[in-house]
């Protein structure tokens, strides 16, 4: 059985939507449409993409810590209460 990591699996297909743009003064600005606010910029490509995981995660984790609502990205839902089973049964 694979193990699956949620939070690493939403911060991926929420990259995957990822928009980069180039500017007129030729520097980059990358935003994933489903998750309002997340927007980075950088002079390069590859540092708007990694800038902009960066700023995904860091609003992922506050939204999470907050209790904001965050969007559902391909069906993974982390608006969802965890399921625990009690210890008795472990």
């Known amino acids: 059985m694979a193990l699956r990591y949620i ?3 939403y911060i991926d297909e929420a990259m995957s939507q990822a928009e980069y743009d180039k500017l007129e003064d ?3 600005a990358g935003r994933i449409p489903s998750c309002k606010g997340v ?5 390069r490509l590859r ?3 990694h800038e902009l995981r960066s700023t995904l995660e860091d609003w992922t984790l506050l939204g999470l810590k ?3 609502p965050l969007p559902v990205i391909k ?3 982390l608006n969802e209460v965890p399921i625990r089973d009690p210890v ?3």
Request: glycine share 8%; aromatic share 8%.
């Open 47 to 49: 540092e708007c993409e």
């Open 66 to 68: 907050l209790g904001h």
């Open 88 to 90: 008795e049964s472990l």
């Open 75 to 77: 069906k993974i839902n």
């Open 26 to 28: 030729g520097t980059f």
């Open 7 to 9: 939070l690493s699996e």
């Open 39 to 43: 927007i980075a910029f950088a002079n």
